[in-house]
């Protein structure tokens, strides 16, 4: 496994993943899965279609159904697995999804603000002012050039593509998370709007966070440069290497990971 470069010496990763093994449905999708993240680097997670890289997502957030059956998931050394989903965003877990939730009836700012301050009130910090807030949002949506009259509308409802990406960075943007797990955030973004994204991820990073870049393309990683990159492939990291893996993949494909993996397993 490649170690990052960025590793302070005796500093705790920013995230552990030691032989995860998790079923869903009785299937088993990740099996023996180990990742390390250093505190201030980003990795890019790359892989075949159905390999595990939402499944990855999914139980970190602990989303009902998954269900770790070997392993440790460990953020700074605690074990988030044994933690309820609203306490490991607390912890500073964030997960931009590759499909995020439409949430008809609750308009964007509040669920901005019900999010920041629930957050706020788990670390012992007081809710924010109505006009501070306002600010916040306004300022970050600025940024990541979000109409704010789309901070009225329901989250999510009838937003495209590419504008539920973007409002993905926008909430990432505001909790200040320590650990940041993008899903397949490109996706759906035309050129203008990778760069305007890519450049909102890029503002977050800093010494203190760590980021997962989950992505099919490699040209996500021109914007968006990564420390490591990883090859998951049938539920397990297969490779790792520096940013020029991206390149390699780009170039060759899976097939020969998953012949690695098809003569592993016969
Ligand atoms: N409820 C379920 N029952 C059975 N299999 C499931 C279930 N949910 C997910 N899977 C399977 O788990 C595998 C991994 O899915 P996952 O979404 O993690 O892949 P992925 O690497 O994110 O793929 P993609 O690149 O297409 O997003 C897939 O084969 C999928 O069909
Ligand atoms: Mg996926």
Request: some cysteine.
């Amino acid at each position: 496994m490649i170690e990052g470069r960025l590793r302070r010496n005796n500093e705790v990763p920013m995230l552990e993943v030691k032989n995860l093994h998790v079923t869903v449905d009785g299937k088993q999708i990740l099996n023996g899965l180990d990742l390390t993240v250093n505190k201030g680097e980003v990795h890019a997670i790359m892989g075949p279609n159905g390999s595990g890289k939402s499944t990855l997502s999914y139980v970190m957030a602990g989303k009902p159904g998954y269900e770790a059956t070997q392993g440790q998931i460990l953020l700074e050394g605690e074990d988030l697995l044994t933690m309820e989903p609203d306490e490991r965003a607390a912890k500073g877990l964030f997960l931009a999804f590759q499909y995020p939730l439409e949430i008809p009836g609750v308009a964007t700012m509040t669920f901005l603000r019900t999010a920041l301050n629930a957050q706020r009130k788990k670390r012992g910090q007081d809710e924010l002012s109505t006009p501070a807030f306002l600010k916040m949002v306004r300022d970050a949506a600025a940024k990541l050039e979000i109409d704010p009259e789309m901070l009225r509308r329901g989250v999510n409802v009838g937003f495209s593509g590419g504008e539920k990406k973007r409002n993905e960075v926008l909430q990432m943007a505001l909790l200040e998370p320590r650990l940041c797990v993008l899903d397949e955030t490109d996706s759906g973004l035309d050129i203008d709007a990778l760069k305007i994204v890519s450049d909102g991820v890029n503002r977050l990073r800093s010494p203190d966070r760590a980021m997962i870049v989950i992505t099919h393309y490699q040209r996500l990683l021109e914007h968006i440069v990564p420390d490591v990159v990883h090859v998951l492939s049938r539920g397990r990291i297969v490779r790792s290497g520096g940013k020029d893996l991206a390149l390699e993949l780009e170039a060759r494909g899976y097939a020969e990971y998953q012949q690695e993996e098809a003569a592993l397993v016969s």
